[in-house]
């Protein structure tokens, strides 16, 4: 499996949004992490799409754009409008999952769905085929720098369990709590993909996303 690490722009220093873009740039960072919440479905509020707009003309990374929102299906068109390479979505904000699921797709996107730490695995058995990621949360959503949630572990092992079982290709992301030791636990599980917060942000960007790689891929060797 190819590791790939999605820097979290929600830890990023907002007074110079621009200079840490630059640097996450510059970096072998993969993917660029934009959380957009609304203070409904998680008691905070992020990003708003004019600011998303800004980040969007600054990156080169390709955008990888998680909902932690009610109704994420409104705002297919906007997410669309940024260049967004994946669209990911909660399945506790989803009644009806398999339609929106479908219009991310129909409008050019990567379908994601991601599950709380309290929603059971088995609640993706019946969409985890139609979608190109599953993101596991190692926190309860709303806010960065928490502590992985070690009964996440055994999530992952079963949504790897799940792909598995029906030879599905499927990647598995990871969000919350990751750091060298916990980056380790949740790649052994099954997980490929790995979004960092202030893990990458919290000294020399180019450096810490350049450790990180060199760690996943260490593990990557380990597990084969």
């Known amino acids: 499996m190819k590791p790939i690490i999605s820097p979290s722009i929600l830890s990023a220093d907002f007074a110079y949004l621009a200079n840490d873009i630059e640097m996450i740039n510059g970096s072998e960072a993969d993917w660029v992490h934009i959380d957009i919440m609304d203070g409904v479905f998680v008691p905070n509020i992020s990003f708003g799409f004019p600011v998303l ?20 299906e409104k705002f297919i068109p906007e997410v669309k409008a940024l260049g967004a390479r994946i669209m990911n979505v909660h399945y506790e904000a989803c009644p009806h999952l398999h339609r929106v699921v479908q219009q991310i797709r129909e409008a050019g996107m990567l379908p994601a769905v991601t599950i709380n730490p309290a929603t059971p695995v088995a609640m993706l058995r019946d969409i985890i085929d139609d979608v190109y990621m599953v993101l596991i949360m190692g926190v309860n959503p709303g806010f960065g720098g928490q502590k992985y949630m070690d009964e996440c572990t055994e999530k992952i092992r079963e949504v790897r369990e799940l792909i598995d079982a029906e030879d599905l290709n499927v990647d598995i992301q990871v969000d919350g709590g990751i750091n060298d030791e916990t980056m380790e636990t949740v790649m052994k599980a099954g997980a490929n993909l790995l979004v960092a917060g202030s893990y990458v942000f919290k000294g020399d960007l180019a450096s810490s996303v350049r450790h990180a790689k060199e760690r996943m891929n260490d593990i990557i060797r380990e597990i084969d």
């Open 53 to 72: 707009k800004y980040v969007a003309k600054l990156t080169e990374k390709p955008l990888d754009v998680h909902l932690m929102i009610v109704q994420p």
